[in-house]
Every structure is written in structure tokens, then in C-alpha cells.
């Protein structure tokens, strides 16, 4: 197995907010992520696959540096991401970069393609040829040189997302962060972006992490897929293994309602599993283990004790009951 360049371990994020109650408004503490840890082998690709609200671009925005952690310890390459005078070295931030979901809000429209792909170069490459590190860039994503002279709002939304992409190799990146960079795209270009980001993956030796609320698109792209709710991950696997095999009830109740195009497919779908109830409140998550409103395997144990992290199967973990204490990760 390769090495682990990121590690991740018992991260978490709360944020107080103004809740307003039947009376009156209150302070109340929202547990974003709630106690994460996973590793990242280099040159994988960790899905971390969740609805909205489960966490997933907290994490993001952790990694990359826009917000600190409540609690926990994150080293890449063995260096920690969050020393204590809370300044994160040059190296680092030239070795991890993210590309947003809104590539339209990730330009600055009142600048050229070349003076937004300069940014980056002057602050991390200020010896190197900025004209010909751009014209570098946009051979890299397949975008003709010509593209340099346009402005933002001259591009389609594929054609900004893959000059975001460009943007975040101008620093030789080993470790990019995904964060949804096709779902504010046409279904007609998610597959041309998805191309592009496999293959630079492959020749420049990227490790990604890509974050989505589309388990089906991690089906023939992630390495591993972690699966997060309400701040926790409830499985994490091998890709091969959590499409064939997934144990977690919340797993496999996502994965028996994507649509499949052959009854092959089909065949390895779980069976449908209906949810009994609601997704709780983030700002009222229920005691016990927080799937338990709508589980339909709950016991009465998932009402009291927030199930661990246990290793199920070789790196196969699941966060519930049903697999009893074994072996912590971690
Ligand atoms: Fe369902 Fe209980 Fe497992 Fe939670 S711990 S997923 S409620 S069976």
C-alpha cells in the first residue's frame, strides 16, 4: 500500500448559532463534523459522499484552510495543518489546492483568463515566466491559448470550471480538494470535466479528495468512498467493495434508490430500503446513534449509545450496531 499523505484524526467543527425557539432566540452549538478521522493513501481518490448539511464541504473548508477545527489533529505529509501561531506554511499552501462548486463566484469577472491564472503563479512561482506558465496551464486542461485574452463571462460554466481547475495546478499541487465541481454543471459537460480531472490525476500523480452528493458518479471514479450524516461517517470502504457489498442501513439505503441502465446493475442494487422518519434538526440531533429516526433496523440500543467506528471487514468500517465492538479505526 502507498503512504498516507493526509491523516485525519477525531476532527471536529461546531459552530454557535442565534436558534429561535417557541419563545425566545437562544445560542445553540451546530456539531458540523463531529468526530472524522480517515487517511488518504497518495494518488487515491476518497469520495466523501453526503446530503446537504452532512458536513462534507466543512471538512473541505478545514483542509484548505478557511476555517480552524473545534478539536482534532489533521498532518499532511507529517507536517500539522494547524500550528499554534495559526499560519499554515507556504509549502502547504501550495501543496493543497481546492476547486469550488461555483466557478463563476471562483473568477474574478473584471480580469482576463491570463491575469486570473497569474494570481497564483506571482505569489507561488515569482521567478518563473508568468506568460509562459499561463499558456503551460491552459495546455494542461486542453483550453486553446487564445483563451488567455477572454473574461469570464465570455466562457460557458464547463469552460470556467476547467480554468478553476487550471487555477489550483499553477501551484503544483499534490493534493487537491474537490468540493462539487460538477453539480452546478450541464449533464452534457460533468462527463468532459470528470475526463479532464482523471486525467491530470493520472499524469501529474494528483491524490483527490472529491466531495458530492452523487454516490452514482463516485461509482466508477473513487478509490475509496466514505459515506457522512450529520457529521459523521457511518462506512468508509474500497470503492469495489462499498458498491458490492455495503453494510451501513444508511448506505444501503442510498444505494437502492440510484437509477441503474441495465439489469445487471440492478442485480447488485441492495433491496429498497424505505426510511421510517425525518432527518433530524442539525441543532437537535437525537441521543444514540443519529440515524435512528430513520433506520428502519433501529434497536433499542441506537436510542441510547452513539454507536463506534468498527472495522467490519478488511478496510471495511461502519459506524452501527448491528456490527457490534470490534476493532476501532484510527
Ligand atoms: Fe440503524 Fe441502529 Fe445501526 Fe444506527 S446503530 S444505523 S439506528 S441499526
Given at each position: 500500500?502507498?503512504?498516507?499523505?493526509?491523516?485525519?484524526?477525531?476532527?471536529?467543527?461546531?459552530?454557535?448559532?442565534?436558534?429561535?425557539?417557541?419563545?425566545?432566540?437562544?445560542?445553540?452549538?451546530?456539531?458540523?463534523?463531529?468526530?472524522?478521522?480517515?487517511?488518504?493513501?497518495?494518488?487515491?481518490?476518497?469520495?466523501?459522499?453526503?446530503?446537504?448539511?452532512?458536513?462534507?464541504?466543512?471538512?473541505?473548508?478545514?483542509?484548505?484552510?478557511?476555517?480552524?477545527?473545534?478539536?482534532?489533529?489533521?498532518?499532511?505529509?507529517?507536517?500539522?495543518?494547524?500550528?499554534?501561531?495559526?499560519?499554515?506554511?507556504?509549502?502547504?499552501?501550495?501543496?493543497?489546492?481546492?476547486?469550488?462548486?461555483?466557478?463563476?463566484?471562483?473568477?474574478?469577472?473584471?480580469?482576463?483568463?491570463?491575469?486570473?491564472?497569474?494570481?497564483?503563479?506571482?505569489?507561488?512561482?515569482?521567478?518563473?515566466?508568468?506568460?509562459?506558465?499561463?499558456?503551460?496551464?491552459?495546455?494542461?486542461?486542453?483550453?486553446?491559448?487564445?483563451?488567455?485574452?477572454?473574461?469570464?463571462?465570455?466562457?460557458?460554466?464547463?469552460?470556467?470550471?476547467?480554468?478553476?481547475?487550471?487555477?489550483?495546478?499553477?501551484?503544483?499541487?499534490?493534493?487537491?480538494?474537490l468540493d462539487e465541481p460538477t453539480s452546478a454543471l450541464?449533464?452534457?459537460?460533468?462527463g468532459k470535466v470528470i475526463n479532464l480531472l482523471m486525467?491530470?490525476?493520472?499524469?501529474?500523480?494528483?491524490?483527490?479528495?472529491?466531495?458530492?452528493?452523487?454516490?452514482?458518479?463516485?461509482?466508477?471514479?473513487?478509490?475509496?468512498?466514505?459515506?457522512?450524516?450529520?457529521?459523521?461517517?457511518?462506512?468508509?470502504?474500497?470503492?469495489?467493495?462499498?458498491?458490492?457489498?455495503?453494510?451501513?442501513?444508511?448506505?444501503?439505503?442510498?444505494?437502492?434508490?440510484?437509477?441503474?441502465?441495465?439489469?445487471?446493475?440492478?442485480?447488485?442494487?441492495?433491496?429498497?430500503?424505505?426510511?421510517?422518519?425525518?432527518i433530524p434538526s442539525p441543532v437537535n440531533i437525537p441521543?444514540?446513534?443519529?440515524?435512528?429516526?430513520?433506520?428502519?433496523?433501529?434497536?433499542?440500543?441506537?436510542?441510547?449509545?452513539?454507536?463506534?467506528?468498527?472495522?467490519?471487514?478488511?478496510?471495511?468500517?461502519?459506524?452501527?450496531?448491528?456490527?457490534?465492538?470490534?476493532?476501532?479505526?484510527?
Amino acid at each position: 500500500m502507498s503512504e498516507a499523505i493526509l491523516e485525519v484524526r477525531d476532527l471536529k467543527k461546531h459552530f454557535v448559532v442565534d436558534h429561535i425557539g417557541t419563545f425566545r432566540r437562544q445560542p445553540v452549538t451546530v456539531r458540523a463534523v463531529d468526530g472524522i478521522s480517515f487517511d488518504l493513501q497518495a494518488g487515491e481518490t476518497l469520495g466523501l459522499v453526503g446530503e446537504s448539511g452532512s458536513g462534507k464541504s466543512t471538512i473541505a473548508y478545514i483542509l484548505a484552510g478557511m476555517y480552524r477545527p473545534t478539536q482534532g489533529r489533521i498532518h499532511f505529509r507529517g507536517l500539522d495543518l494547524f500550528s499554534e501561531n495559526g499560519k499554515r506554511p507556504l509549502f502547504l499552501k501550495k501543496e493543497i489546492q481546492i476547486v469550488f462548486q461555483d466557478p463563476g463566484s471562483s473568477l474574478n469577472p473584471r480580469r482576463t483568463i491570463a491575469q486570473n491564472l497569474a494570481v497564483p503563479l506571482q505569489i507561488h512561482k515569482p521567478d518563473k515566466n508568468i506568460m509562459r506558465e499561463t499558456l503551460r496551464l491552459l495546455e494542461l486542461v486542453d483550453l486553446p491559448a487564445i483563451y488567455m485574452y477572454k473574461y469570464p463571462n465570455m466562457l460557458s460554466g464547463g469552460e470556467k470550471q476547467i480554468v478553476a481547475i487550471a487555477r489550483a495546478l499553477a501551484t503544483d499541487p499534490s493534493f487537491m480538494i474537490l468540493d462539487e465541481p460538477t453539480s452546478a454543471l450541464d449533464v452534457s459537460v460533468q462527463g468532459k470535466v470528470i475526463n479532464l480531472l482523471m486525467r491530470l490525476q493520472s499524469d501529474l500523480d494528483l491524490t483527490y479528495l472529491f466531495i458530492t452528493h452523487d454516490l452514482s458518479l463516485m461509482r466508477n471514479i473513487a478509490t475509496r468512498v466514505a459515506i457522512m450524516y450529520l457529521g459523521k461517517i457511518c462506512e468508509i470502504s474500497k470503492g469495489s467493495e462499498f458498491f458490492q457489498n455495503p453494510q451501513h442501513p444508511y448506505t444501503q439505503m442510498l444505494l437502492s434508490s440510484i437509477p441503474v441502465v441495465s439489469k445487471d446493475e440492478e442485480k447488485l442494487k441492495p433491496a429498497k430500503m424505505i426510511p421510517t422518519g425525518e432527518i433530524p434538526s442539525p441543532v437537535n440531533i437525537p441521543p444514540g446513534c443519529s440515524f435512528n429516526t430513520r433506520c428502519p433496523k433501529k434497536m433499542d440500543v441506537c436510542f441510547e449509545i452513539d454507536p463506534d467506528f468498527v472495522e467490519i471487514s478488511r478496510q471495511h468500517f461502519a459506524r452501527c450496531h448491528l456490527f457490534g465492538q470490534t476493532q476501532k479505526q484510527g
